[in-house]
């Protein structure tokens, strides 16, 4: 709690808060609707950057780009990113889009091509059209600006309904570090990498070996602890980039900052994680899942995936129905060491099952409970000391509706 | 095509047209509607017996009672089962009532308790209103004759809609053998074994030891090939009871017709599943996934499970959209290797990706076939000679409203 106090939550904040960042976005008709779905984010110099990407072997052709652009020399000065398209199977064909997409901006902000990367999202196995694509990036620099993070915000999402950013100040050093962060996601999340796209900048004095070890450590507990449902993505991917633009000493795990540091940029991985799971396609409420006493980290986590994951768990939040069975089952289920006899489980603060037996609770408040906005599932496994939670949200009606109409 | 023509579907068939079998059902007042809730299969004969159960951690009471029985001799001469009460997270006093049903059924019909196995499904964690069950019980035995197999049918169902039952008659050393079988499962479908109650009977002359290994290879291709909602219940289990009546030589793999009797009790099984899989909680469609090419048997299996588990595509057959990136996706996230540039997808006969390439289709006649009430995925990995084949659901609006409201 005393690493938590160090940091602070800069309210506005956006991906450009952070010192040496603009961005912007604009309408190229990708979308059918005058909604963005063009975006850059753009930095005053050479960025440090880390990256991770989908484990779905189809992975998107914007995903490869990047990667090349990544591994040419570790630094990245912009990330371009267009939605209503994911450019994910698209061939050959797809991957010279994807590579034009990259050409055409580092002509427009005069760069290199190998400090641009592009991302894509939306509909799978459809050709970009590259026209509408192309006059947009011609557009795209001037409105690229200081002031411009909500509209980037709002060039990445596809069915998401609330934007997704997070902004937090550090000390570090005796000088303010700043970390910000934009997502997307609603559907098709089962992060591994993340089912979404994530963008953090941030303005710390970092190398892009230090800023990986982060960014692989902070997915494990957030982007990669959602769900919505169950599927993960071709495009998934988060990139941060670091300006350096505080200044002061490297931060390396040597510096005494570095844990308040790593806090502050897990506390924006977690806040974006969980407003995605918050926003799945038809949700009403968050879910969190919390694995206590588990015998290890990856039953934890196995056991959190699969109770967040279970579609009657989540109809029966959706239903306000207290109905831990379906909880149990799913813990059962999980493939995981369990001792059947020493489970307890509680919705919020309520107890409905403890040492593996039923107990007599208030249907009444845990109905109000469940009707909240916000539930809590604490599974208190009593096997050791390993622990996870994971987040997602509840199935409803309007899962099916978005879902048997989203191509169309 | 030889060994299918050696058996013949017996339209009117039950789990007591086999000889020796009788079966019946009757309302005790575990449902609250006066829907049968109780019911049994009894043999003239102690009949050999092979059975599978859930590999949930959580195995219900009811299970554990079963397997004592069927540990002791290796025979069972009666099922009993219940429907609306699970009898599963019930502890001590749980074991005990399942425990007491086994020894009621047993007094009434005069037999030793080890040759009465016990069957529950319903809502979990919740005891047995045992005064309804045992009075139940003492009424049962009349109403158990050689016409009750529909009686039977409708007393283990819960959420199902129709009633699912296969037999078959085929031709053993000159002899007329017959397999039938009945099940029950709509929701919390995701068999491993296999989320459903299936009660298979034959009067074949087989042995125990022959029978479990013809249950565990047919149930591998049919019951735990089936997914409604990919939730392992904690109650599932097949029973397969062999009165031995057609009499002759004792079927072994030796026997010149063991092959074609075990063709038709896989057809039994795949019959049995295949209806479990269309009468999923909410189901306007039976899909089919069919995955060719693949590397091995258990990557083409796993494959499969995962298209035909995606709420992506399921939601997509629902709206019969023929949103093949979907499937693709699903194929991609299963942890198995693909080519990404080789795979082929068909929806029915119409190619919608060949070789990884988008295939321009006619929507309109894609939307037609897929407003059908049986779907057909093929997905072709070109990679090697193994396939497999998982059946499944639609995701729609009445399956949230049956999960959302089950336990109230």
Known sequence: MTLLGRFTVVPDGTVTTPQGFRAGGLHCGLKKTERYDLGAIVCDVPAAVAAVYTLNAFQAAPLLVTQESVAAGGKLQAMLVNSGNANACTGEQGLADAREMRAALARQLGLAENLVGVTST??????????????????????????????????????????????????????????????KGSGMI???????????????????????????????????????????????????????????????PDHPDWEAFAVAFGYVSEHLAKMIARDGEGATKLIEVNVLGAA?????????????????????????????????????????PVQTETVDVQLGDIMVLSQSRPVKFD??????????????????????????????????????????????
């Open 122 to 183: 939306g509909v799978i196995g459809e050709l970009l059209p590259m026209p509408k694509v192309l006059s947009g990036i011609e557009a795209l620099p001037e409105k690229v600006h200081a002031e411009g993070g909500d509209d980037f915000c709002q060039a990445i999402l596809t069915t998401d309904l609330v934007k997704k950013v997070a902004c937090v100040r550090v000390n570090v050093g005796g000088r303010e570090v700043h970390v910000a962060g934009a997502a």
């Open 190 to 252: 089962h992060p591994n990498m993340a089912t979404m796209l994530g963008f953090v900048t941030t303005d710390a004095n970092i190398s892009s070996e230090h800023l990986q070890q982060l960014l692989s450590a902070a997915t494990d507990s957030t982007f990669n602890m959602i769900t919505v449902d169950g599927d993960t993505s071709t495009n998934d991917m988060v990139v941060v980039m670091a300006s350096g633009l505080a200044g002061g000493d490297a931060l390396t």
């Open 363 to 408: 249907e009444d408040r845990a109905e109000e409970y469940l009707k909240g906005d916000f539930v809590q599932i604490n599974v208190n496994l009593h096997m050791g000391n390993s622990s996870a939670t994971a987040w997602g949200c509840d199935l409803t009606y309007d899962y099916v509706r978005i879902n048997a109409a989203y191509r169309t």
């Open 296 to 336: 290890s980290r990856d039953a934890a986590r196995a056991i959190a995936k699969t109770v967040i994951g279970s579609s009657l768990v989540k109809t029966a939040c959706f239903g306000a129905d207290a109905n831990w069975g379906r909880i149990i089952a799913a813990v059962g289920r999980a493939g995981q």
